[in-house]
């Protein structure tokens, strides 16, 4: 028909089916790489990474699927790269206190919101260290607190018996002075509790 003698068409067809079977042998070759890699990438076991290899290598591009459906959803780097963003978000949610009314983020020793200005916290009337406002007693130097916004005023045993300092008159004076210089200003309190 064109001029080609069979001889010419046996070497043309031996080198088709040679080429052939040059990509199909590369392309097996390289599934199997590829899925060697991508386990490396989703597991540190050596044995899974090599089982898995071995599966594309024997079944081929059945092998192939079959890994497809069984690999692990993320790789290692994606993994670490999530818990790193978990352990950030609980360490900001750990760490930043919030506003009871405005939900704003607060400094753990402020005594007002800047935002709404609820009261956040009272000054000890001794030592002027900011307590959390239910407490009726300073924690940093043992001081019975006066009771203020409708707190109820310390009932305990007096201070000789619970084994806490007696102030002398001199002392509670300089002490209420300290926080009402300390917090005083225009700040107008807002009961948030």
Known sequence: MFGLDADTTNNLVVGGLVYLGMVVAAFWLAMIIWAYRDMRARSRDALAQWLVALLVAVLNLPGL??????????????????????EALLQEIEEKPVCPACRQKVDPEWQACPHCHTRLKKPCIRCGRMLELPWDLCPHCATPQPASYGEPAYSGAPAEEVGLPKLSRRERRAARTSAASSSSGSIEFVDGE
């Open 65 to 86: 699927l079959i890994y497809l459906f069984l690999r692990p959803r993320e790789t290692l780097s994606e993994a670490y790269e999530r818990s790193l963003e978990e």
